[in-house]
């Protein structure tokens, strides 16, 4: 009976709390950092540092990372308050555990705030087990920087002592919340108690304790392994909420799941809790301050508010019973409806959807000659290379900064010439194959009589960025591939020479991050297409690239699942390693959407005019 109280009133309060941070804190944290961003320049890539090192925007960023933990600190201290008064059979009004909260918040001060925000916003999020916010649901690393990293044994064993670091911090500090809650100590005093109460637990309770954080842990396993597409955050719940309802097949779905997997985190909270506030009676006693409740004073103010707010409610419905004012609401919601009507329409996407080969296909090693045939026999519409430029000049394809992933040196391409690279054979460990690099124009030979396109990706270094774009252009041009071909850089300005030289191509932005919001302001750059990575995907932006007809392309996607909800968001094309995957999810897709029209039939990417 006691857990089931303090699981309704938990409810209650995570209702009210995800309620105000999806209407309020959020869109309000969202507002500052985007006009900041807005007015000091969108930056990509590795240029996101940037904006952030002059005196504004350091302080913009520590205020908004110190209100992100401040804000998850208070809906802990609240879901922890009302645990442990349903725990005793004691009781309190909602709205005094709430003012009693606000009194908490002096823990987070000095450097316990610094380090408190470090742990709050970042560690507990990155972990995912056990406690949970609204405001930061979850962290996750992109699975694009761990999958260069797994593909050689230092790199694999990075990972996993990324992952072991972490979970193993998250114990020892496992009971640092409710320690700075009910005793009221900062963030060290309560790090140190967290050590004394695993001593303090024994090794039943130290069991019990372990088991329901692996259980829970072996649950969010099972959830994401049964739900593999990317879940809903708080940024899709904007002002396009409607929109996304109506006419994305894909946040209908995401919906549901979202508000299952919400339902579910309040109640893996309240048994988290539950255990943890047992364990820390062990090592001793664990208080809860509350205000006192409201004085005769105050509730005769209340009174006197209840009874204004009363009157002025009963005058409001007494206007409204009269005819004039009904015809007036109703023609006020009718213009309303048609507005709303009106800025929902949904325009066509610009093509059929793509199916992209990543460096070829990951049947073969990689940028190589045989990836890339690969691509083509296993049904890809494009393949996207990597192309650096050589000592001597000559465009080849290769992804790396050096040579030790693919061949154990540790020169460049742009530190040897071509006659040089051509003799150093490329291995791929997992697939135990090799083959030996290619140059671009062998490519672009092996591919006149096939119908499948390239997307080159321009990998300049050392500042030879337009050296390499006239390089390309000029190969391009001589086997006529430019209606086949599609160009993007992570380094924007090495486009410019070809936009110049060639603007009846496809030339776009390629993107892994963005500082703020990648479609507040990506617009302003003069580009055909995006190319994002996919923890950059979001409603918003799909439905502004369509708004805009501006295709969008979604690297590297893996599982089909993502392939599927990336397609049904809207997205014109998917660039994955796995080529058979990713053509029949394709295929799939628009086997099941043969009413989808597009701007767009023909073959290929639309010819610009």
Not at 174 to 195: D, H, K, N, Y
Not at 269 to 285: A, K, N, T, Y
Not at 331 to 341: D, S
Request: aromatic share 12%.
């Amino acid at each position: 009976m006691r857990f089931r109280n303090a699981l309704w009133e938990v409810i209650r309060f995570e209702a009210v709390w995800k309620l105000a941070v999806l209407c309020l804190f959020h869109p309000l944290f969202r507002g500052l950092f985007q006009t900041y961003v807005s007015a000091s320049g969108l930056s990509f890539n590795g240029g996101i540092l940037w904006s952030f090192l002059d005196l504004k925007g350091a302080l913009l960023f520590l205020l908004l990372f110190l209100g992100t933990a401040l804000l998850i600190f208070y809906e802990y201290s609240t879901a922890v308050t009302l645990t442990v008064l349903c725990r005793r059979g004691e009781s309190a009004p909602l709205r005094q555990v709430m003012q009693g909260s606000l009194w908490n918040l002096g823990v987070m001060k000095g450097w316990s705030l610094a380090a408190g925000s470090l742990y709050y916003v970042l560690l507990l999020p990155l972990v995912g087990v056990g406690y949970v916010n609204s405001m930061v649901p979850r962290i996750s690393i992109p699975w694009f920087i761990f999958d260069e990293m797994i593909k050689t044994a230092p790199g694999t064993a990075g990972v996993l002592a990324v992952y072991l670091g972490c979970f193993g911090l998250w114990l020892a500090l496992l009971f640092v919340p409710l320690c700075m809650i009910l005793r009221r100590r900062t963030f060290f005093q309560a790090a140190r108690e967290s050590l004394r109460c695993w001593r303090a637990l024994g090794w039943r309770r130290g069991l019990l304790t372990l088991a329901v954080s692996g259980a829970m842990l072996q649950i969010n396993s099972e959830l994401a392994r049964y739900w593999r597409r990317s879940l809903l955050d708080n940024g899709d719940f904007d002002s396009r909420f409607l929109q996304y309802l109506l006419y994305s097949e894909a946040f209908r779905k995401d919906l549901i799941w979202w508000l299952l997997l919400t339902a579910l985190s309040v109640l893996f909270l309240v048994c988290f809790l539950w255990v943890l506030v047992g364990g820390l009676e062990r090592s001793g006693p664990a208080g809860v301050s509350l205000p006192p409740p409201w004085g005769p004073d105050a509730q005769a103010l209340l009174s006197i508010l209840e009874r204004r707010l009363s009157r002025w409610g009963q005058a409001w419905k007494r206007r409204f019973q009269t005819w004039r004012w009904r015809a007036a609401a109703g023609a006020a919601c009718l213009a309303l409806t048609a507005g709303l009507l009106l800025s929902l329409s949904q325009p066509l996407l610009v093509h059929h959807p793509l199916a992209i080969g990543h460096r070829g296909s990951s049947y073969a090693v990689e940028n190589t000659l045989s990836a890339v045939l690969d691509a083509r026999d296993r049904g890809m519409d494009c393949a996207e290379i990597d192309v650096q430029l050589t000592a001597d000049g000559v465009p080849v394809l290769f992804h790396d900064g050096n040579l030790l992933r693919l061949a154990d040196r540790w020169e460049s391409v742009g530190d040897l010439t071509w006659e040089q690279l051509r003799d150093i054979p490329l291995r791929d460990g997992q697939l135990d194959l090799t083959a030996p690099p290619a140059c671009l124009e062998e490519v672009l030979c092996a591919l006149q009589d096939s119908s499948m396109g390239l997307l080159i990706e321009l990998k300049p270094s050392g500042g030879n960025g337009t050296a390499l774009a006239n390089a390309v252009v000029d190969l391009v041009e001589r086997y006529r591939f430019g209606r086949r071909a599609m160009f993007m850089s992570l380094d924007y300005p090495s486009l410019l020479p070809i936009m110049e030289r060639r603007p009846d191509w496809w030339v776009g932005c390629c993107a892994y991050s963005a500082a703020g919001d990648i479609d507040d302001a990506v617009w302003r750059y003069q580009v055909d297409f995006l190319a994002v990575e996919e923890s950059l995907v979001t409603n918003r932006l799909a439905s502004q690239a369509r708004e805009l007809n501006l295709p969008l392309y979604v690297w590297s996607v893996y599982d089909r699942e993502k392939m599927q909800q990336y397609l049904e968001m809207g997205v014109t094309g998917l660039i994955s390693d796995y080529p058979d995957i990713l053509r029949g999810a394709v295929d799939a897709y628009e086997a099941g959407h043969t009413e989808t029209e597009y701007l767009w039939e023909g073959e290929g990417f639309p010819i610009k005019q």
